[in-house]
Structure formats: C-alpha cells, structure tokens
C-alpha cells in the first residue's frame, strides 16, 4: 500500500489509516524506525517477553559471527581488549 503524506510543521508524520489498519497498530505500539539516503523505514517490533528478544537478537549475532567466522578466540580477545 503506497500513499503521499506531508510533514507537518513539528517535522511529524500521521500514518495513513489504511496502514495503521493493515498492520494492526494500536496506541502504545512500538516502531523501529531506519533511514537510508533517500527512504525511511518504518517497521513493527513484535511486543515478545525480554527472554523472546534476547534469544531472538543471541540468534542474529550467533548467524553473524558465523558468516564473519568470528570465533571463541576473536571474542575472548575483543574482552580483553575491552576491559584495558
């Protein structure tokens, strides 16, 4: 679904209706919002617990570090490093 807004004054954006309906947004919702150099992005974050989240982001980073191939080593001394 496209549509054309307008930035207000404050520099806000209202959603369209159609897109807060089709996402099924509500009040208190949270969004994560990321920019590029000529496009916005404005994606729902799933409400899940603490645990849902950080085993969903342990997740992401373990895929990371194996296409990286970051191994145990390269993370103990990225610590070490840290901690000087």
Not at 54 to 77: I, K, M, P, W, Y
């Amino acid at each position: 679904m496209e549509q054309i807004i307008k930035i207000d004054s404050a520099g806000e954006i209202n959603l369209p209706q159609g897109i807060v309906a089709s996402l099924d947004l509500h009040e208190e919702d949270r969004l994560m919002v990321t920019s590029g150099p000529d496009a916005i992005v404005i994606k729902k974050i799933s409400a899940g617990t603490l645990e849902e989240r950080f085993r969903s982001l342990a997740e992401r980073v373990g895929r990371q570090f194996e296409e990286r191939h970051v191994t145990e080593a390269n993370v103990d001394e990225a610590v070490a490093w840290s901690r000087k």
